[in-house]
């Protein structure tokens, strides 16, 4: 057997199992986003919340003069980040948007 058809053959056997290894990590990186308006002051201090809880959420300001903010959520993190949510909106005003901003 040549080298050629020996990388073939060893290719053909790996190729799907690199395949389902990148579709597992898909539905892992699937994130439901969630976006808010906040006063503008507050975006750095609930970006350090945030960071405090290391991978809980990815957030990124959106539109700083308006104060619109995205957080990404993984799978599996939006009961702790809904409680996380839930005790910041006790001092801070956050109003939910409906549809993704512009």
């Given at each position: 057997m040549q080298i050629t058809e020996m990388?073939?053959?060893s290719l053909a056997v790996v190729?799907?199992?690199i395949t389902r290894a990148r579709d597992e990590v898909r539905k892992i990186l699937k994130t439901k986003q969630q976006?808010?308006?906040v006063n503008r002051r507050e975006i750095a201090f609930i970006k350090f919340i945030f960071e405090g809880y290391d991978g809980i959420v990815m957030m990124r300001t959106v539109n700083p003069v308006k104060g619109i903010?995205?957080?990404h959520i993984p799978a599996g993190c939006e009961k702790h980040v809904n409680a996380i949510l839930q005790d910041l909106k006790k001092n801070i005003k956050m109003q939910v948007l409906a549809l993704t901003p512009s």
């Open positions: 990388w073939l053959l190729l799907p199992t976006h808010y308006r903010i995205a957080l």
